[in-house]
């Protein structure tokens, strides 16, 4: 089912403007640029859970979530121990080998994003509905009906290991479709990061006052190319990215790390999950990476995005706004 715009703006902030069809002004990119978009296909959709106890979930249900789908999936399939998946000639019809081992074998990240906003309170108390939303990426939008079966058993088996049992109430399709990016001119930009997000530099994450636009371009240059490579069937011949910025400075950082740890039940120990929040803006030649950012207001980036980290959305300044057409 096709949300209005306003929905599609909640869900993926930009998508309003930069989906298929509503009058949207094609961008100044070449044929070969503009290939890349058409063929990064993506699904998204939300599901409506309603806890059925009361139970502790912590912030961020991401990490439950993921971990209840990986679950079942495998059990549905063959419950054989994922690192047995590179031998097992049932890979190609596989749901939990393609969303789930090919990250395991360190051969791509995982084409998935699990979207559950942040919740003020840790606990869920009985008949307290919840929602999350996933986005497909590539070949995987062909699993959704896979996954929409496979969370009917999530709820039935409940999360964190079957401490939470939930009902499943609906589900629905609010996008399915590829990005066709609108002409955007800006000088200035601002990324508001809504859920931990984690870039490494020099084998450390990126603190306070540390974070800068060639960073962040590397990090989502690096998560789109391997996404389409890996999912979408593209080579490396089909990638044209704009250069590495240069003249792109930060003018104002209010970003701030948040602490995050999250308990494992597979690996039976806590996880950092902490990162950057808050907002930051960068001033300079930013109109060629602005199709590239606008996909990763969905894709999300830096590490942990399948757990719905690195969650932001880009707000080009009012002055900038100008047609390239006009």
Known sequence: ???????????????????????????ALTAQEAAFFTRFPFLIARFVFQAQRAGRLGPYLGPAIRGALGEVLLAQQCGVDPLSCGICEEIPYCAFRCLFADESLDQGPAPFVIDAPPRQSPTL??????????????????LFPAILRAFGEVAVRGLQKGKLPCRFLHAEEIYQGTLTPVAELGSSITFEFLTPMRIKADSRFLGKGELDFASLWHRLRGRLKSIGEFHCGL????????????????????????????YSFYQRQRNSLGGL???????????????????????????????????????VTEDSNERLDQ
């Open 1 to 27: 089912m096709m949300r209005p715009d306003s929905a599609l703006a909640e869900t993926a902030p930009g998508l309003a403007r930069l989906g298929k069809g509503g009058g949207a002004h094609p961008t």
């Open 125 to 142: 108390d009985a008949g307290t509905t919840f929602s999350f939303r996933v986005s497909l990426f590539g070949q995987s939008v062909a």
């Open 235 to 262: 080579r490396p011949g089909d990638f044209f990215f704009p250069s590495p910025p240069k003249n792109v400075a930060v003018v104002h950082d209010s970003l701030r790390w948040v602490h995050l740890e999250h």
């Open 277 to 315: 929040m808050g907002t930051i803006t960068f001033a300079g030649e930013i109109g060629p990476y602005l199709p590239y950012l606008r996909l990763g207001e969905i894709t999300h980036v830096g590490s942990g995005c399948a757990y719905g980290l690195g969650k932001y959305k880009v707000i």
